[in-house]
């Protein structure tokens, strides 16, 4: 089954925001075993949707579009979807419905015969939305499907969750598995993955399924992409694979298997061990926080933060010497060191990470450049830390900052589990 | 100059990640006056490839691609660029000198004639890449001209940079002025916008140029689509169209006018005012001090924040009492001024602002819902707190409860400034 999805998205095109339903859409598929053919991102003009649905129209079984459903006039998609299938729209008793639930649900009164959400293109069905105003709508032309959900990434989400799933369900040809199998690697480029540290490995992946390798923040996500006929067999490459991956050279780099994130691997392994974490965070400005409580239940494990980006903070709140901010200054080992302990002791953790560095546009008085950082630990009163030379703009190295801390106290749960 | 943009990355269509080249790339052209007609997000395979270049060849000037230019062998953008115009792959000593310059840059010695990066359609050009190892390419074909760019979007975004600029300058056909007047609102329904509040606006909006509106966090952006021949002539639209922003009814609701972000503006007032400010986040984990800190300069005036996410911390560093816990609950009016209150005392600020809520999956044991959230205000000795009732799963919640605290800082900002 192809599957196409039309972007309608002048918003996208401009740059005012950033298509996430793209991401939604595929993970969406991911758990049916289906995947994204193809995606086109156009404006809200009639002529640009007209010619996205055509290409697509060409190599899809389903076609997938967001965006253009809501109440005001750049909204187009309902009515250039008729006349690409050349239907008229017309006034429709189920619309009006459907659209006096979604209303319902919001404690308002919709409008009705006069508001633009009662009409619809001959033949199409409207469906409900258990997350905001406006319907989506379904029909079939010429032997394709087709779904159009609004544009918010929420709304999007439960239109697939609410309407997708027996459309699939129904159109559905064979009960074959796809997945993709992926390893995350840490702390080795690249280019040196199959040239230098397992020449062999690409070749051997190969024989399992289409092979992907992408760079992403301090680290490289290997993916297999696995095909069976029934789940079984697909659980049996699965294992071949592992098996591959724990006997090759490059095992030292791996930090997980999957796709569980950094964040949850963290807050399921500190659960476990009952152990109580956080961070000073400096260079950081609170992302190792907002990271680690994306992840429900993280307030078994996470204890909290201290901000401490002034350097008043560091000293009053944190314990941070004056002499060592004099003689060091604040990005430094020793600042870090005594950053960590601070917050361990003052929040009584277990494991406590600091980050400190210049995430820029300027670096330190003393010639100290931008994307030096200092990750402290103070683990159950041992202290440690470590310096790193990264390189970016100021959000790419806040991003690879809490990635160096979160990777440092993945390492120190993983100790502590050990034993 | 009409602009096509072809994605080739497998992982964003996979959900691996999300495509950050889009608005990288939309960013860059508006501030070139340009935008991006048409984008294609294809799989990295030749197949797929071909189609996409053959759909943006059709109605374009200038295709540019990003992806499939690195090391490995899923990357095959080069190859199959090539194979779309006819032309072979060969050795070529000018892409060796810039794959050399790349790997200087980074101490690394580049191995030479046996490496693929030393390998190059006939007459393509490759482009030194600042940022990281891949070179570009650029070349023309049949009136249209191709520029390549790697996925990473660090990388791509300084291929734009250092590439772009000089061919968008020899292409440019007339000095047209093509811009967007955004007016930022908030606390007001999209639909309300355009039939309640002002129900002409859109009309009158629409005499300037293409009207778009777009909700985002807890608020609507309405942008304006302005072109003009000169620089001189845009700017007296623009002022005009403030104007009649400033006699809307909608004056009340509006929040900032341009792309000045929300942090950006927070930053800007509070330095300007010479205020201290800073949060103690619960249910925000960190998320308020990310956002602020993604600022350049915002050093100035945020201090410093507390993560309370345990009550002990809650307790112990901000002072909340054993006694307004047990009887109002953590998430309540009583605690979150008490923490606002205790962040103000202990990091000496003029504002304090604390968000104390339930982001899920579970809410209150006292049946308090998901989606329940104080935000608590300590400004020079003055507490208040107001409560929001807010949709959205554990990821979508958190944005709107740092949104709820920055609009409630920005509002503290500006009493201040006026006085």
Redesign the interface.
């Known amino acids: 089954m192809k599957i196409g999805f039309l972007i309608i998205a ?11 339903n ?6 969406f ?2 758990s049916h075993h289906l ?10 003009r009639a002529e ?1 949707i007209l ?2 649905l055509a ?1 697509l129209f060409e ?1 899809s079984d389903v076609i997938v579009t967001s965006g253009g459903l ?5 909204d187009i998609t309902k009515e250039t979807l008729g006349n690409f299938m050349g239907r008229k729209l017309e006034f429709s008793p189920a619309a009006v419905e459907v659209a006096e639930e979604n209303y319902q649900r919001f404690s308002r009164t919709f409008p009705g015969r006069e508001h633009g959400y009662a009409y619809l293109p001959e033949g199409f069905t409207p469906l409900s939305n258990s ?1 905001g ?1 406006a319907p989506g709508l379904t029909t079939s032309h010429r032997d394709r499907t087709f779904l159009s959900g609004p544009g ?3 709304e999007f989400r439960s239109m697939l969750e609410d309407h997708l799933v027996p459309i699939l369900k129904r159109l559905r040809r064979s009960d074959e598995v796809l997945g ?1 199998f ?1 390893v995350r690697t840490k702390n080795v480029p ?2 040196k993955i ?2 230098e540290v397992d020449p062999k490995l ?1 070749d051997q992946l190969e024989a399992f399924g ?7 923040l301090m680290g490289v ?1 290997i ?1 297999v992409k696995l095909t069976a006929p029934t789940a079984a067999e697909f659980e049996e490459k699965s294992t071949a694979l592992r098996s591959l991956f724990e006997a090759s050279p490059l095992k030292p780099h791996i930090w997980g298997f999957g796709r569980e994130s950094l964040e949850e691997k963290i807050v399921r392994r500190a659960t476990e061990q009952g152990l109580r974490f ?2 000073a ?1 400096s260079a ?7 990271r ?3 992840v ?1 239940g ?2 078994r494990c ?9 350097e ?2 560091k000293q ?2 944190l314990g941070v010497s004056e002499e060592t901010l004099k003689t060091y200054t604040p990005v430094s080992a020793e600042a870090s060191r005594e950053m960590a302990a601070g917050l361990a002791r ?3 953790l277990d494991v406590a990470i600091s980050v400190t560095g210049y ?3 300027t670096g330190g008085d003393d010639g100290t450049s931008v994307g030096t950082v200092y990750v402290g630990r103070a683990v159950r009163g041992e202290l440690s830390a470590h310096v790193y030379h990264l ?6 190295l ?1 991003q690879r900052f809490s990635q160096a801390a979160l990777y440092a106290l993945l390492e120190e749960v993983e100790k502590i589990a050990e034993g």
């Open positions: 002048s918003e996208v095109l401009d740059g005012k925001i950033t298509d996430l793209t991401s939604i859409f595929a993970s598929l991911r995947e994204i053919n193809k995606a086109i991102t156009v404006r809200d640009d010619q996205g290409t190599d809501g109440p005001t006039r750049d997350t105003f918010v990434p929420r993709h992926i690249e280019e199959f040239s690409w289409e092979v992907s390798s992408l760079p992403i996500d993916g956080g961070f965070e950081s400005g609170g992302l190792c926080s907002h680690i409580t994306t429900p993280s307030s996470f204890q909290g933060s201290v901000v401490c980006y002034d008043s903070v009053s709140l003052l929040l009584k995430a820029g546009p390189k970016g703009d100021r959000e790419v806040k």
